[in-house]
Structures are given as C-alpha cells and as structure tokens.
C-alpha cells in the first residue's frame, strides 16, 4: 500500500453506504413532504380564489333566471287570455322572436306522483289480470302488465309506463281493466322540482344553437 493512503475494512464501507442511503432516504421522504405541503396550498389557494367567483356567478345567474321568469309572466297571462285557457297545464312554454333567429323556453321539471286512490286502480288492474286464463297470450299480457305496473327505486308509478297501460287496456277493451287504469291516471299528482330556461339562437347553418348557462355547458 503507498504512503498515506488511507485503508477502509469492509464493515467500514458497508457503514458509510448505509450512511449514505439513510441520508438520501431521508432526502426524499423531506422532499415528498415538502410537495405535498406545496400541493396542498396550491388547492387551498386556488379555491380560495375561485369559490367567490362561482358565487358571484350563481348569484347573476339566479338573478337574471327571476328577472326573466317576472318578465315573461305577463306574457304568460296574456297567452291564456287569447288562447280563453282556464287551466294552464303546459310544462314548457316556447317563445320565439319575429325575425324567427332567436328564442326562449321556460318550463318546469316534474316528478311523478299519484294520491292514495291510485292504490285502488292498481288492485283492480292485478286483480283483473290474474283472474285471466293461463294460457301463452295471456300470460305475454300479464308479464307485461306487471311490468308497466312496476315502481321506480323511489316505489313511485312511472307516468310513461301508465300511459302505455293505457293503451293497452283500450285494446284489450274489458271496462274493469279500462276503469282500474283511469282510476290509476286520475290519481296523478305530478310535483313541480325545479324551473328552468333555456335559450337558443340560429347558426351560421340555419340550425337551433343553445346558449350555455351551465358550468357543464359553457
């Protein structure tokens, strides 16, 4: 060995490398805490940042929707009176500019519902299908019936589907299964969930295109 060089054993260098591994080690686990120290504040201040903003939005868009909605409620009231409407039962109403390039609909969203009378039409309905004879026809009949009398996850009757049960009970011309589905329509009571407003312009192309006034839509 020359003069001075310094001699390391093996548990010497094991040693230093295992030094040198915890040091890094503990470099990284350092640097991994400080980003996500980093990241967290850049969500804190960007939400900071943008949550007042989308106040302020929500704020002029249920601003302008009320304004709009009073606007077109004389509109509405004179509709009826030329139309000698007593009952307005429309769910949407479609206004649309002379020159024909611009127009607006207001409506409601709708959920189903029916009085406690609907009860009654759907017993006379089952009854009167499984009173019905067991052969293939009439068993496609039953299944079918049973379907349309199925609930939504919320055990409420679907509006299409008494509508098409209807249609049914017209063809097959019974008056028991006919007063049952009429009992069933009479018992409707939808609840209104929420107005809404949509407005459109025509495109280059001649065609309707709406205007966003959604954060999905814009």
Not at 72 to 93: G, N, P, V
Not at 130 to 159: I, P
Request: hydrophobic share 35%.
């Amino acid at each position: 060995m020359e003069k001075g060089q310094l001699q390391i054993s093996e548990a010497e260098l094991a040693e230093f490398r295992a030094f040198q591994a915890e040091r890094q080690r503990k470099a990284a686990a350092e640097k991994a805490k400080s980003d996500r120290e980093a990241y967290r504040q850049m969500v804190d201040n960007e939400i900071d940042s943008a949550i007042p903003e989308l106040l302020q939005v929500s704020r002029d868009i249920k601003t302008v929707k009320r304004t709009v909605l009073e606007n077109f409620k004389a509109i509405l009231e004179m509709k009826s009176e030329i139309l000698h409407l007593t009952k307005d039962d429309q769910r949407s109403h479609t206004f649309t500019n002379s020159e024909g390039n611009k127009r607006i609909t207001l409506g409601v969203y709708t959920t189903d519902g029916y009085r406690d009378t609907a009860e009654d039409g759907v017993r006379i309905v089952r009854e009167y299908i499984e009173s019905l004879a067991g052969d293939d026809r009439t068993r496609s009949l039953v299944s079918m019936v049973m379907k349309l009398l199925s609930r939504d996850n919320k055990g409420t009757l679907k509006a299409s589907r008494i509508l098409q049960l209807r249609k049914i009970a017209e063809e097959n011309g019974d008056p028991r299964f006919i007063e049952g589905v009429r009992i069933i329509e009479e018992a409707y009571q939808p609840a209104v969930s929420k107005t809404y407003i949509k407005a459109e312009i025509k495109g280059d192309n001649n065609e309707w295109v709406c205007i966003p006034l959604g954060m999905t839509e814009a």
